[in-house]
């Protein structure tokens, strides 16, 4: 996609430069709207600490 833009604008080195500038908003674009329909990594809710034992409870 991003090739026919750029050679959209001819051969010469100015051409060449000419096609960049959108080719590169194009791609930006595209790439923003993958970036936001992929989905995000669920995070697994945190475990809640065990209560502390007190040493003498585990030494009875």
């Not at 194009?26 to 945190?46: D, E, H, Q, S, Y």
């Amino acid at each position: 996609m991003l090739a026919s833009v750029f050679s959209a604008q001819g051969g010469s080195a100015q051409s060449f430069t000419d096609g960049t500038v959108p080719a590169v908003w194009i791609g930006a674009g595209f790439a923003a709207l993958v970036a936001l329909l992929i989905p995000g990594r669920l995070l697994a809710p945190a475990a809640e600490p065990e209560p502390a034992v007190e040493r003498a409870a585990v030494a009875a």
